[in-house]
């Protein structure tokens, strides 16, 4: 079984900056999308960004210039560098990962169980 844990989460200043991390464990083999979701209060779980196992890369429109995903598939972690943090930023951030079955017959997703990150003056 594939377990999931995030850092990096924290409060900052609007402008700021953060970066998170998710780092796999247990079972890490097989895996291929990796992803970073985030849920505000009273909003729905939305994808931030996604980044696929060759690299290519697909960022929210909310966030596009401003943030920046990445893996290492040796490490199995991926990371989120977060800059020009705005207030509406301010959510539960979770780590996805999908893995495939033993026999490749399908696609499991797992999730951390999330950091906070808060953005206030």
């Known amino acids: 079984q594939l377990q999931l844990v995030e850092s990096g989460g924290g409060f900052v200043q609007p402008g700021g900056s953060l970066r998170l991390s998710c780092g796999g464990s247990?079972?890490?083999?097989?895996?291929?999308?990796m992803a970073w979701y985030r849920q505000a209060p009273g909003n729905k779980r939305e994808r931030v960004a996604l980044?696929?196992?060759?690299?290519?890369?697909d960022h929210a429109d909310s966030v596009l210039g401003r943030f920046s995903i990445s893996r290492d598939d040796a490490k199995s972690t991926v990371s989120q560098q977060m800059n020009g943090l705005k207030p509406e930023d301010t959510a539960v951030y979770y780590c996805?990962?999908?893995?495939?079955?033993?026999?490749?017959?399908?696609?499991?997703?797992?999730w951390g169980r999330g950091t906070q990150v808060t953005v206030s003056s």
């Open positions: 996805f990962m999908n893995q495939w079955r033993r026999g490749w017959s399908a696609l499991d997703p797992f």
């Open positions: 247990g079972t890490i083999s097989g895996i291929e999308g």
């Open positions: 980044i696929t196992k060759d690299g290519s890369t």
